[in-house]
């Protein structure tokens, strides 16, 4: 193994292993939990053997291990930018309807 | 064709509420208001906030003034003057920017053809009607927004940014504002494409000046206006 494979996979799979500790615990949200130690514990497992990412794309159809992972990437990255555009929106509407509600009020 | 009692009308009824957003408004709001006084009994002012004494300036006027504690936008400070006025039992409601753009008689001649033809929002076109003194850039940026809005939103009109309205009191309660900004004038367009009610377009003028020029939205602001539109639409 790598000097790389060493610190990068070892530093995941711990990441992971304190999002596991937190679901067990119950500590948060499970499911917030379960998604991120999946995404690190997937991270870590592709460190560690980088050849599986091209495995799972020949499984898959996909050319090269390297592709599958941009592809992942950018879904992550629309939904992401979704979730926290749809959070940001509710937030200015709650605003928005605060503000509303004092001029209106104040006026009454 | 309109008729005579309606032709001969000078003054709005009390029912008919004009809501005016102003934002740092305090120089122009003043003369636009007697102008509008003079056609519009019922004036609701909402005051976004303005870090001038647009507040004072408007409190010299037998008017309703509404303040946000914060600047939102244009779109919010309409929408609190619509909800405002439905509280209020008003039938009609008119929006009408403080920037001294708009011929208060217009609104007349907008109450009158909603009237008539039985709809439920009039939107002002100055395309319809006149533009004084418009820039190229400013004629080319609306027009570009007009075919913006014609793909977005299948509605087939000649104007989407006139800040001059008239719609019922049912047709008011199927508008709801949610963007703040200058996008809300397509967000209207867009709710009454899915409101499924009536609307006509009635010819008005907008007089540009130095200052309107100058407050008004800007051609790159529209290239951002589009973006945010966009966005809205894949986050739905």
Redesign the interface.
């Known amino acids: 193994m790598t000097l790389f494979q060493w610190i990068f996979g070892t530093l995941c799979a711990v990441i992971a292993l304190r999002y596991l500790i937190r679901m067990i615990q119950g500590d948060g949200s499970r499911l917030a939990a379960i998604f991120w130690g999946l995404l690190w514990a997937g991270a870590a497992v592709t460190i560690f053997r980088p050849g599986i990412t091209a495995e799972i794309a020949a499984w898959m159809g996909i050319g090269r291990g390297a592709d599958l992972v941009m592809y992942l990437g950018l879904l992550a990255g629309i939904g992401i930018s ?1 979730y926290f ?2 959070r940001l ?1 509710r937030l ?2 709650a605003f ?1 309807e605060l ?2 509600h ?3 009020n ?2 009454s | 064709m309109v008729n005579d009692a309606n032709t001969n009308l000078q003054k709005l009824p009390a029912d008919v509420f004009v809501v005016v957003p102003a934002y740092n408004e305090a120089p122009r709001i003043g003369p636009v208001l007697e102008g509008l006084l003079e056609v519009a009994p019922t004036v609701v002012v ?1 005051d976004d906030g303005s870090r001038d004494n647009t507040s004072e300036v408007v409190r010299r006027s037998p008017v ?7 600047n ?1 936008g244009q779109g ?1 400070a309409i ?2 003057g619509i ?2 006025a439905l ?1 209020k039992g008003a039938n009609y409601i008119a929006t009408f920017d403080a920037d001294g753009q708009h011929e208060p008689r217009d609104l007349l001649t907008m109450y009158n053809r909603l009237k008539e033809v039985g709809a439920d929002y009039a939107l002002g076109s100055r395309f319809l009607g006149r533009a004084e003194n418009m820039p190229w850039s400013r004629w080319l940026m609306l027009k570009a927004a007009v075919w913006f809005t014609r793909l977005m939103s299948g509605i087939w009109v000649t104007d989407t940014h006139n800040g001059i309205r008239l719609m019922t009191r049912r047709g008011a309660e199927r508008i709801h504002i ?1 963007m ?1 900004r200058m996008e809300h004038a397509s967000e209207i367009l867009d709710q009454i494409a899915r409101s499924g009610y009536r609307f006509i377009e009635v010819p008005v003028t907008i007089r540009y000046s130095a200052e309107s020029l100058a407050k008004g939205q800007k051609t790159t602001a529209a290239v951002r206006l589009a973006a945010k539109l966009f ?2 639409r ?2 739905r």
């Open positions: 979704r555009y749809s929106r200015e509407n928005t503000v509303r004092i001029a209106i104040q006026l | 909402v309703w003034l509404l303040r946000h504690v914060v939102l919010a929408q609190t909800t405002f509280q949610t703040n966005a809205e894949l986050a």
